[in-house]
Structure formats: structure tokens, C-alpha cells
Nanobody, 123 residues
Framework: QVQLVESGGGLGQPGGSLRLSCAASGSIFSLNAMGWYRQAPGKQRELVAA???????NYADSVKGRFTISRDNAKNTVYLQMNSLKPEDTAVYYC?????????????????WGQGTLVIVSS
């Protein structure tokens, strides 16, 4: 019903930049919070950054001042601008969103995950 499709991953240089995008599609009434998570090899998935529908943001301490999350509500898209990349940013990055769906007279909420996009930071 609802899909999240990420793009923009790949190889980045230490100190360089990459920009991730995540577009939501399907029978969406609205999107509440959206976020980016990452999972490095052998580690648990962790929150990188999140943004509410009103634009309030939250970041992991490890990316504060380097990464910026933003969203375009008209396009149902969330972005992650990653600057000053470090090798420890290497991970699979996953997009996450809470979608509000309208079904007849009712609404329900659905948490959706993207398929992930690989980011490798290496010289």
C-alpha cells in the first residue's frame, strides 16, 4: 500500500558529501514523522535523524553539525544531506515514515521502512 524508495547512496570520500532522498508513494493521506536510520556491519540499527511533519528535527550526537534532514511535504519526500563524511558513517541507510491512511470513515497509522541504500565512506 505504501512504499518508501531511497536513492543517493554510494561511495563518498572522507570529508566529502552525499545526499540521500526517500520518496513515499501509495494511498497516503499524510505522513507524520519521517527519519533515517543506519546499520553498520555487526551493529544494531540506530536512529540518525528524524523530522516531524511540522519540521522539528532530532539528530544522533554522532552526526550533529554534519548531517541535515529536511522534507518536502508536497512531494512526500525526505532528504538527508551528509557533509564532512567519516569512515564510521559507512552503513546501510534506511528511510522510515509513519503514514496516515484513510480507509472509509476511519484512519489508521502504518510504520513503513525503505529497502535501504548503502553508503561507503572510503578514500
Amino acid at each position: 500500500q505504501v512504499q518508501l524508495v531511497e536513492s543517493g547512496g554510494g561511495l563518498g570520500q572522507p570529508g566529502g558529501s552525499l545526499r540521500l532522498s526517500c520518496a513515499a508513494s501509495g494511498s497516503i493521506f499524510s505522513l507524520n514523522a519521517m527519519g533515517w536510520y543506519r546499520q553498520a556491519p555487526g551493529k544494531q540499527r540506530e536512529l540518525v535523524a528524524a523530522i516531524t511533519s511540522g519540521g522539528s528535527t532530532n539528530y544522533a550526537d554522532s552526526v550533529k553539525g554534519r548531517f541535515t534532514i529536511s522534507r518536502d511535504n508536497a512531494k512526500n519526500t525526505v532528504y538527508l544531506q551528509m557533509n564532512s563524511l567519516k569512515p564510521e558513517d559507512t552503513a546501510v541507510y534506511y528511510c522510515n515514515a509513519e503514514a496516515k491512511l484513510k480507509e472509509g470513515w476511519f484512519y489508521r497509522y502504518l510504520e513503513v521502512w525503505g529497502q535501504g541504500t548503502l553508503v561507503i565512506v572510503s578514500s
